[in-house]
């Protein structure tokens, strides 16, 4: 019984180099949400997707930050030409078919993607 | 929109000793869930406890408890017999059932001392 798998857990880039991070949701779900978090904050909204929909990105800085989660194969998240400012952990989350989190069914995470931007 | 505060940026307890910390929030959803998340030092994120908004009883889990006012929207959880495992970053969030959209407080980091 797998859980939010994201991956990889670490990820190096210099400047003006594309990161793609990856996230496979639990079996069953089929809502994924990215959230970014700075270090000493907590998670901010980034870009809320079902299959092959983006249904709220109005946490996604407009330049550079892309996400999709096709039919088949796990969410990307890419973020082109990153620069320093782009550090952080990305967390990934997601919940289950046909809704989206709620009581019975919470937000269930990944162990994030920490990128560090040289 | 929806704003989630978390005013004690850090805390400590010693180790058996209850400690509370505090949220307060604001939304204009009717119908919305809470929730305290917690992220210990491997980063991953893992449920603490949960409230639906529409529920006056306060919810309970083991040694977590939660003061819940809605009218206040203050969501406080409490930790009783508190454990060094118990050491961790400590986040609110509140989520609503409508946009699936969940907005977390900037976090309250508890260290427990033996």
Same mark, same amino acid.
């Given at each position: 019984?797998?859980?939010?798998? @994201?991956?990889?857990?670490?990820? =190096?880039?210099?400047?003006? +180099?594309?990161?793609?991070?990856?996230?496979?949701?639990?079996?069953?779900?089929?809502? =994924?949400?990215? /959230?970014?978090?700075?270090?000493?904050?907590?998670? #901010?909204?980034?870009?809320?997707? @079902? #299959? %092959?929909?983006?249904?709220?990105?109005?946490?996604?800085?407009?330049?550079?930050?892309?996400? %999709?989660?096709?039919?088949?194969?796990?969410?990307?998240?890419?973020? @082109? +030409?990153? =620069?320093?400012?782009?550090?952080?952990?990305?967390?990934?989350?997601?919940?289950?078919?046909?809704?989206?989190?709620? /009581?019975?069914?919470?937000?269930?995470?990944?162990?994030?993607?920490?990128?560090?931007?040289? | 929109?929806?704003?989630?505060?978390? $005013?004690?940026?850090?805390m400590s307890v010693q180790e058996a000793e209850t400690v509370t910390l505090s949220c307060?929030?604001?939304?204009?959803?009717?119908?919305?869930?809470l929730f305290w998340y917690k992220q210990p030092?491997?980063?991953?994120?893992i449920l603490v406890i949960r409230q639906?908004?529409?529920?006056?009883q306060n919810a309970t889990e083991n040694r977590f408890s939660v003061n819940f006012?809605? !009218? !206040?929207? $203050?969501f406080s959880l409490k930790i009783s017999d508190s454990q060094l495992g118990d050491t961790a970053m400590y986040f609110c969030?509140?989520?609503?059932?409508?946009?699936?959209? $969940?907005?977390?407080?900037?976090?309250t980091?508890l260290t427990v001392k033996p």
């Amino acid at each position: 019984n797998a859980g939010v798998m @994201q991956n990889p857990r670490h990820l =190096v880039r210099r400047r003006g +180099q594309e990161a793609r991070l990856r996230c496979s949701p639990m079996k069953g779900h089929s809502h =994924v949400y990215w /959230y970014r978090q700075l270090p000493e904050e907590g998670l #901010k909204f980034m870009v809320y997707l @079902q #299959k %092959e929909n983006i249904i709220d990105e109005s946490g996604m800085p407009k330049e550079r930050f892309s996400a %999709e989660f096709p039919k088949e194969g796990p969410s990307i998240l890419r973020i @082109q +030409q990153v =620069v320093r400012g782009d550090s952080a952990a990305y967390f990934c989350a997601s919940s289950p078919q046909g809704r989206g989190p709620s /009581y019975n069914s919470p937000l269930h995470f990944g162990n994030g993607t920490r990128l560090t931007v040289t | 929109a929806q704003t989630v505060t978390q $005013s004690q940026p850090e805390m400590s307890v010693q180790e058996a000793e209850t400690v509370t910390l505090s949220c307060t929030y604001d939304t204009s959803e009717n119908n919305y869930y809470l929730f305290w998340y917690k992220q210990p030092p491997s980063r991953q994120m893992i449920l603490v406890i949960r409230q639906e908004a529409y529920k006056q009883q306060n919810a309970t889990e083991n040694r977590f408890s939660v003061n819940f006012q809605k !009218a !206040a929207k $203050s969501f406080s959880l409490k930790i009783s017999d508190s454990q060094l495992g118990d050491t961790a970053m400590y986040f609110c969030v509140v989520t609503n059932t409508n946009a699936g959209k $969940s907005t977390f407080g900037d976090g309250t980091t508890l260290t427990v001392k033996p």
